[in-house]
């Protein structure tokens, strides 16, 4: 007995009948409701009239040190005196939902096990089924976003994932700012104007109203379906799409110098130049002094590339410097017409990106100085778009999204 404690079952409204341990492993409490009585299913009065208890259930409840444990109970059955055939109706518990396998606090707490988890890799840890685990998912957690949740949008983010490295099957998740980061409205299954621009419609008139900026890659699907829906807000293109868009453009004449280069030098030469991509992508001042090396030795070799490198570098720098959007305008213009000035090819394709979303691209400067939250906005999404790696259902992704960002306040730790 010096070895034994004595924990309470903490479950409401229930009287333990007795508990026995199973083999190999684990717990059996079974259990009877203390509360007499239930409410009609047809004519919603209470009723008293006991009928009988229904066949046992055996419900999954929260481990005790690592042990499973089951709680077993017959629900109680009333019957109604007041309509006809006497109907009879199964008396409901607040601590677990019908036709579920399992408690409410075990089904809670595997909800917070899955956040930023996978459901195999739950179900592994759990030792239950990749279908019970997504049963659970069902029970808990909407595959629609509830607008009368919300009260206010301020920022719309418009992002596209690829759901399978290398393929062209996109997905679209739509996202806002919330007070405390970002939350999930929904997962679109394509990117299709048409397909954007329905969801935008479906968002509530006193919410469109409340919608600021959108942030949104440089793709017309997107930015012409919020012109037409939400005339009002404003398009903002992130820096970090217009980077890539630019830095793409200059790393092309590396490669092409690369292999200029890798036919025209002894081997041991060029064996100098390995590893200097990333050093090439990175903003100059944020280099170890071994990358600056390597990367100055590659700039001396080649002169194409030291000039695209200094462009890319020029744009860098006017993103981190403390513009308006008008000086931006300038600034980025000006680095417009040295580029064509110098007849330097590899950069026409930003050049047309510029042409056509100038506007949109300099409205970041606006919502950095106002708002500042594009900056952390895109951090977050990205961490989300690997969470969507292998997911290919679009309601099973909203809800693995909103799990993931909500999980902790919807499902705390005790
Ligand atoms: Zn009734």
Request: proline letters at 4%.
């Amino acid at each position: 007995m010096e070895n034994q404690i004595h924990i309470p079952l903490d479950l409401p409204d229930v009287r333990i009948l007795e508990v026995n341990q199973l083999s190999p492993q684990g717990w059996l409490i079974r259990v009877e409701s203390t509360i007499e009585g239930s409410t009609c299913g047809k004519c919603g009065r209470e009723i008293d009239a006991f009928h009988g208890y229904d066949a046992p259930i055996r419900l999954r409840h929260l481990p005790l040190f690592e042990v499973p444990v089951w709680i077993e109970i017959r629900p109680k059955r009333y019957r109604c005196p007041h309509c006809e055939g006497s109907p009879t109706n199964t008396q409901s518990t607040t601590w677990y939902q019908r036709r579920s396998p399992n408690t409410k606090a075990y089904e809670q707490w595997l909800m917070r096990i899955l956040v930023n988890s996978t459901v195999r890799d739950v179900s592994r840890k759990l030792n239950l089924s990749e279908a019970s685990v997504n049963g659970v998912l069902d029970r808990w957690i909407e595959t629609r976003v509830n607008w009368a949740e919300i009260h206010q949008i301020s920022v719309l983010g418009i992002d596209e994932i690829a759901l399978k490295r290398g393929h062209r099957d996109y997905v679209v998740i739509v996202t806002y700012k919330t007070s405390t980061g970002v939350s999930i409205l929904a997962v679109l299954p394509d990117r299709k104007r048409e397909t954007v621009e329905q969801f935008l419609a479906s968002i509530p008139l006193r919410l469109q109203a409340t919608i600021e900026g959108v942030c949104s890659d440089m793709y017309s699907g997107y930015i012409t379906a919020v012109r037409a829906q939400l005339p009002e807000a404003k398009v903002i293109v992130d820096r970090f799409h217009v980077a890539q868009n630019y830095r793409d453009c200059a790393d092309t004449v590396r490669k092409q110098e690369l292999k200029r280069l890798k036919q025209e030098l002894p081997k041991a030469e060029y064996a100098l130049f390995k590893g200097t991509m990333w050093a090439f992508r990175k903003p100059y001042e944020t280099l170890q002094w071994e990358e600056k090396v390597k990367l100055n030795r590659l700039l001396v070799y080649s002169p194409a590339i030291e000039q695209a490198h200094t462009l890319s570098q020029q744009l860098t720098e006017i993103f981190e410097a403390n513009h308006t959007k008008e000086t931006a305008t300038q600034a980025i213009l000006a680095w417009a017409k040295r580029v064509r000035q110098r007849q330097v090819k590899a950069f026409d394709s930003f050049l047309t990106t510029l042409n056509n979303w100038l506007n949109e691209i300099t409205n970041y400067f606006i919502e950095r100085q106002t708002s500042g939250f594009v900056e952390g906005f895109n951090n977050r999404i990205k961490v989300l778009k690997r969470r969507c790696f292998g997911i290919f259902d679009v309601s099973r992704l909203f809800q693995r999204l909103t799990l993931d960002l909500q999980g902790y306040t919807r499902f705390p730790a005790i």
